[in-house]
């Protein structure tokens, strides 16, 4: 769960403290070309007032107007759908005909919302479902990854702390790298136990600098399925020690900077360490996607392009694919 969702989740519950009445809207289907992906959130008081958003503006303003109007989940959740046809579709200004469906979820004690945040902030990651007939809700220790599953009588989502990214050395590309895992809301950590290179790290927002040894890091950090490990010293002697223990973690992205050659031979060492094949052949290296990159940041977009394609569960290959294609369309429409 990213921080966006948190803190809409947070806001309804201030909303709720204060004795509103608080509607929860969760996009579970679209079709064609939607705004929002399913698990898109937003909350609307009964005044109209809204956090959050499930279509970019598209359905919002109806959604408002029905919920306040007490139209919809009065009392009981339910399941609604715009853009069925193309005249609802054109009238909403859902793009190349799209339609999305939302579960609208009247939110109360039993909603369990602040039991959620605080299983969150413990780093767990937990499975919540929704009985539609009851609005009752059941929270359990997710076993999977990401998942929303919507049948019509209940609606299960999984939850999780936000994203994290530990970098192994603090030079110019960490703070490219930093920089941009920031804005796409990891929690980062850098690694740096040289002390030539603090210098300006304190400044950096939401970036937070250990001089802890990598491998005692990596496991005083308990990598989890939300975590992601990227090592840029070019120094074996830091580079594989973190490596060699955030393999063995369930982190969904390892990577390594440096050459065929020299990921070739790491690789080698890392099995020394007693690393098993399996682990080793997890290692992103070379790091990043090939876009013939130069310079420092074009390096570090390679690498949260390639971090985000991995989060995403995305078939790189048919991606390339569906990009050359599209071009094609553009150029010759």
């Not at 989940?73 to 579709?89: D, F, K, W």
């Not at 930093?178 to 990891?186: E, S």
């Not at 098993?276 to 090939?290: D, F, K, M, T, W």
Request: with cysteine; hydrophobic share 40%.
């Amino acid at each position: 769960m990213n921080s966006i969702d948190i803190d809409v989740i947070r806001t309804a519950l201030d909303w709720q403290s204060r004795g509103h009445r608080v509607v929860m809207g969760t996009v579970v289907r679209t079709w064609g070309s939607a705004p929002r992906p399913p698990g898109s959130l937003m909350v609307i008081r009964g005044d109209g007032q809204v956090a959050g958003s499930v279509s970019g503006g598209c359905i919002e303003d109806d959604l408002i107007r029905r919920v306040a109007a007490g139209e919809l989940a009065l009392r009981m959740p339910e399941a609604t759908t715009y853009g069925q046809t193309a005249e609802e579709a054109h009238r909403f200004g859902l793009p190349c005909g799209g339609s999305v469906q939302v579960v609208l979820e009247p939110l109360s004690p039993q909603s369990q919302l602040r039991e959620l945040l605080v299983l969150i902030a413990q780093h767990q990651r937990v499975e919540r479902r929704l009985d539609m007939a009851t609005g009752m809700v059941r929270m359990v220790v997710a076993t999977e990854g990401d998942k929303l599953q919507f049948d019509g009588q209940s609606l299960t989502t999984v939850h999780g702390p936000r994203l994290r990214l530990l970098i192994v050395g603090g030079g110019q590309l960490s703070r490219y790298l930093a920089a941009m895992a920031v804005t796409l809301d990891y929690q980062v950590t850098v690694c740096e136990p040289r002390t030539e290179y603090h210098e300006g790290w304190d400044t950096m927002a939401d970036v937070t600098l250990s001089t802890q040894m990598p491998d005692d890091l990596v496991l005083a950090m308990r990598l989890d399925y939300n975590s992601a490990v990227v090592a840029v010293t070019h120094d074996p002697k830091l580079d594989d020690l973190a490596l060699m223990e955030a393999l063995r973690t369930p982190a969904f992205y390892v990577g390594a900077l440096g050459s065929l050659h020299n990921n070739a031979q790491r690789r080698k060492r890392l099995l020394d360490f007693d690393v098993s094949e399996a682990e080793v052949r997890q290692l992103h290296g070379p790091v990043g996607l090939n876009i013939g990159a130069l310079t420092p940041p074009e390096i570090a977009l390679s690498i949260v392009a390639e971090m985000t394609a991995m989060r995403r569960g995305v078939d790189l290959g048919q991606a390339l694919s569906n990009w050359e294609g599209s071009q094609t369309v553009c150029r010759s429409g």
